[in-house]
């Protein structure tokens, strides 16, 4: 499993897309859609609509990244203008220099890693296509190998997997939307610069819980510091509300409890996700965490 974990966390991921996207596919099953138009009906939505966001937004936000990776050493040594961030800003500024070196020294890997990210992406795509076709077939084909008593109960545990999983992720795209368009909203209301790639990082950093939503104030507050101490704070001010706003009012609703761990189980499953697996283990340990508790309170119960 250790050697193959790049296909596990693939084939994972594309279960979990399959998952969040069968509900769909069964809607226009049942408007008597045949199952192959309903899969391409839903793939061309779905790239429709990024291709839409992406022609529309894209442009700015790809200039706006420009312009902060351009004046970020910059902006790191405006910080050392405020006497109680002198050493983080010499330490920022040695971390970044380091980033920039390594990455001209290894143009060779980052360019093969690209081309490596996009053939993910495609296989992704490609594998969740297969699985959506034929998802009735890849659940018995996984029942197959079972034992005739236990499958009832198997059955179970695998519908209960799939509504959890597929309302958890589907729950966090919204969450990674509504996040990310309400700190965007909020830096631009401030005018503090560079709101969209700001805001695309408070999006994507609410896949991780509890960690990451702290994480994404820490770019935000150091742009809002160069322009002066008080836009410091009132950027900062705008992701402690959106998370204020998040954990009493959107993540209640949204969400409607699909996972509800408690937070220090939410942080030890990240911690270990993290050690074992890295970047990619943290991103899955939820999920993986909810498949697990979901298992196990099965063969505790079962009988």
Known sequence: MIQIKEVVFLIFISLMLTLALNPLVDFFVEKKIPRGVAVLIIYFCVVGTLSLVGILALPPIISQTRKLLSNLPAIISSLGSIPFLSKLSADLNNFVAEQ????????????????????????????????????????????????????????LVLKEVEVKLGAWLRGELILMIIVGSAVFVGLSILGISYAAPLGIIAGLLEIVPIIGPI??????????????????????????????????LIVPKVMQKAVGFNPLVTLFALLIGGKLFGVAGALIAIPATLVLTIVVKHILEYE
């Open 215 to 248: 994480l994404s104030t820490i770019p935000g507050t150091l742009v809002g510091l160069s322009i002066s101490p008080i836009m410091g704070v009132g950027a900062l001010s705008v992701y402690i509300l959106v998370q204020q706003l998040e954990n009493n």
């Open 100 to 155: 920039v070196v390594g990455t001209s020294r290894n143009v060779v890997k980052v360019t093969i890693g690209a081309f490596s990210g996009i053939f993910s992406v495609f296989s992704l795509l490609v594998i969740t296509a297969y699985m959506l076709l034929d998802f009735e077939n890849v659940r018995e084909a996984f029942l197959f190998f079972l034992p005739e008593k236990p499958k009832k109960e198997a059955r």
